[in-house]
């Protein structure tokens, strides 16, 4: 399977956010937050972007991205919600469960449709995600711009035994 070549999969966040992550043991949705009664230090996210989330759905999910770079921690760090942010890397076994989806770009943006993850094996555009990736070809860089606002989206929660930099 092509997915097998993803690597690893990134969850930006604010650094204050660390402990609270350690101490509830991983991950969690926005949904699930609210739901526990988790107060998140820095959230990334403004009130928009949750309402946006909670009427598509997504707010139910964890929301990772291919690579350590993603249009929205960039916004996040501009507007000042988060400071001194933070890629945490996740384990791509993730992947293997039903509780993953994938949207080819910001998921919560108007029009932007869900897919399983056995459908992203042929939306992905892995030829910009590889080793050989040419930085100096302005239409590749095009490519790798659109793949870095693609979402992996995994229901609930995540576990701290998946996170690999924590």
């Not at 969690?28 to 989330?53: F, T």
């Not at 690579?67 to 791509?92: C, Q, T, V, W």
Request: with cysteine.
């Amino acid at each position: 399977m092509r997915l097998e070549r993803i690597r690893g999969l990134y969850h930006f966040t604010d650094q204050r956010n660390l402990e609270s992550i350690r101490k509830c043991g991983g991950l969690y949705s926005w949904e699930k937050l609210i739901e526990k009664g988790i107060q998140v230090a820095a959230p990334g996210g403004n009130d928009w972007s949750h309402d946006a989330d909670t009427f598509k759905g997504v707010d139910k999910h964890v929301h990772l991205c291919l690579r350590p770079n993603h249009p929205m921690e960039y916004r996040a760090r501009e507007e000042g919600r988060i400071g001194k942010s933070i890629f945490l890397e996740i384990d791509p076994a993730v992947l293997k469960t039903d509780r993953a989806l994938f949207t080819s770009d910001v998921a919560n943006k108007r029009d932007v449709e869900l897919h399983s993850i056995s459908e992203a094996a042929d939306l992905i555009d892995f030829e910009v995600l590889g080793p050989n990736m040419n930085y100096k070809d302005q239409a590749m860089l095009k490519r790798l711009r659109q793949v870095e606002k693609c979402e992996i989206l995994i229901a609930d929660f995540i576990p701290i035994e998946l996170i690999r930099n924590i």
